[in-house]
């Protein structure tokens, strides 16, 4: 089993923070990200949250998706 880094953790983190703070549910991130032309499925959110394995660019689409403009680290 390949364990997370520090920055893996810390940025499926501060996503799950994010979507938590706007109140929005994993479902619902999948229809945003859809609007905005990204392709996804629940369940592959939900897994790539949860081993926080994802690109940046990942990373930023959900933020634009959520209408996240400002990210405190």
Known sequence: MVEK??????????????LKRKGVTYAQLVDRLAA???DEKEANVRNK??????????????????ETTDLRL
């Not at 880094?5 to 994010?18: C, G, P, S, V, W």
């Not at 081993?51 to 930023?60: E, I, N, S, V």
Request: glycine residues 6%; charged residues 20%; contains cysteine.
């Open 49 to 66: 949250l949860s081993r926080g394995k994802f690109t940046a660019a990942y990373f930023l689409q959900c933020l634009a998706a959520i």
């Open 5 to 18: 880094t520090d920055y893996e953790l810390k940025a499926a983190n501060l996503l799950k923070a994010e």
């Open 36 to 38: 905005i032309g990204v």
